[in-house]
C-alpha cells in the first residue's frame, strides 16, 4: 500500500468537521423509506401504532439512519477530496450504533471525523465516523464507515476545497459518544419522553447459542431498486426503451432488508442497538436484471448470549444468485 492520494491535513489531525445542514426526519420519509426496504412494523406506518408503544411520533426504522449518514459523508468528501464524484464509491463495511430511534419531527445534524486513509491501486480507503445529533445536542446514532473511494487522478496534486466553503464547519474533536447500555435512557426529543424499552416478541430464556433463527426469502425486483434509489436519493437508471429499471442492488438495500428480517422475528424494531457488515468481495452491489424478481434468502444464528446485559448476538447469512452478499453481518439485540 502506498501513501493515500487524499489532501486533508487539517481534518486528519485532532478535529472534526459539521456539517451546517440538518436533516428533518418526516413521517413522509420514514414511511417511504419502511416500504423501499421491506420493513412492515406498524410503527413505522401508523402513528397510533407507535403511540401504542410509548413513542411520540413515526418510530424510522433501524438503517433509516443510514440515510442521513450517507449524505453527510458524501458532502464531506466532495468538499475535501480532490476528484471526488459519488458515482466512484463503495461501502466495504459499515457499523451502526443505535442510541434512540430516529422518529418523525427529530433534526438530525452530523459531526463527521476521518479515522484513516490508505491507498490501495485505484482507490482511497477512507474510514470515517459519523455522529448523529438531535437538536439539543444529544447523541442519537454513531456510524462507522470503511469506503473505497475511486478518485480521479489529478495532473496537478493540489488540496481540496476548503470545508468552510462547502457547508462545513471544523469544531474540536471530542471523544467517541459513549452508547448507553440498557436501563440508560437518553431523553426523546417529542415532550421530553424516556425511550421506551425494547419489547420484542422472542423469549431471551428460550434462547440458546447456535439457535437458528427461521430462513425467510424477500422477492427483490427491478423496480423495488429504484425505489429505494429515489428515496435515499441515490442514482437509478433505466434500459433504452426508457421504462425497465435496470441496475444493481446497493449495500445499502441489503442491509435494510437484513435489518428488516431482524425486525420481523424479534417482533420489535427497536430492539437491534447494533449492526456490523462487511460486503462480500464484488457484492457491494447485487446485480438486477430487467425480467424477474431476484430472490435473497436471509438466515441467522445466535453466535453469543450475555445474560448479565439480556443482549444476544446474532450472525445474519443472505444469499442471492448463489452468492452471499455478506462477507459477515451481525446484530446485537437487546431483551427487557
Known amino acids: 500500500m502506498g501513501s493515500a492520494s487524499v489532501d486533508v491535513p487539517h481534518v486528519a489531525s485532532k478535529e472534526q468537521l459539521r456539517s451546517r445542514n440538518t436533516f428533518t426526519v418526516t413521517a413522509e420519509h420514514i414511511r417511504d423509506y419502511a416500504r423501499a426496504v421491506g420493513n412492515s412494523d406498524r410503527i413505522h406506518l401508523d402513528a397510533d401504532a407507535a403511540a401504542a408503544r410509548g413513542f411520540g411520533a413515526l418510530v424510522a426504522p433501524p ?25 466512484r464509491i463503495l461501502h466495504a463495511d459499515r457499523a451502526l450504533d443505535i442510541v434512540r430511534p430516529l422518529v418523525a419531527g427529530d433534526r438530525v445534524s452530523c459531526d463527521v471525523h476521518f479515522e484513516s486513509f490508505r491507498h490501495y491501486r485505484d482507490y482511497d480507503i477512507v ?10 445536542g444529544q447523541v442519537i446514532v454513531i456510524g462507522s464507515s470503511t469506503l473505497l473511494v475511486h478518485t480521479q487522478r489529478l495532473a496537478a496534486r493540489h488540496p481540496g476545497a476548503h470545508g468552510d466553503d462547502r457547508g462545513l464547519e471544523l469544531v474540536p ?42 430462513v425467510r426469502r424477500h422477492a427483490l425486483a427491478p423496480s423495488d431498486v429504484m425505489d429505494h434509489a429515489s428515496v435515499v436519493g441515490a442514482p437509478g437508471r433505466f434500459d433504452a426503451d426508457g421504462r425497465t429499471p435496470v441496475g444493481a442492488t446497493p449495500g445499502m438495500l441489503s442491509l435494510g432488508l437484513a435489518a428488516g428480517y431482524l425486525s420481523s422475528w424479534l417482533g420489535d424494531p427497536t430492539a437491534v442497538a447494533k449492526y456490523r457488515v462487511q460486503y462480500a468481495p464484488k457484492m457491494h452491489y447485487l446485480p438486477v436484471g430487467t425480467g424477474e424478481s431476484t430472490s435473497i434468502e436471509f ?23 448463489s452468492r452471499k452478499l455478506f462477507g459477515y453481518a451481525t446484530a446485537e439485540a437487546r431483551f427487557p
Not at 178 to 205: K, Y
Open 299 to 321: 438466515r441467522g444464528r445466535v453466535t453469543w448470549l450475555n445474560p448479565t446485559r439480556r443482549t444476544a448476538t446474532v450472525v445474519v447469512e443472505a444469499m442471492a444468485q
Open 63 to 87: 438503517t433509516f439512519a443510514t440515510m442521513v449518514w450517507m449524505r453527510a459523508e458524501e458532502e464531506t468528501l466532495t468538499a475535501m477530496v480532490p476528484g471526488f464524484h459519488i458515482g
Open 173 to 214: 474533536a471530542r471523544r467517541r459518544a459513549r452508547v448507553p447500555g440498557l436501563g440508560e435512557h437518553l431523553p426523546m426529543r417529542q415532550r421530553g419522553v424516556a425511550v421506551p424499552r425494547p419489547r420484542p416478541v422472542v423469549d431471551f430464556q428460550e434462547l440458546r447459542v447456535g439457535y437458528e433463527l427461521p
Open 127 to 136: 474510514s470515517m465516523v459519523t455522529t448523529m445529533r438531535d437538536h439539543l
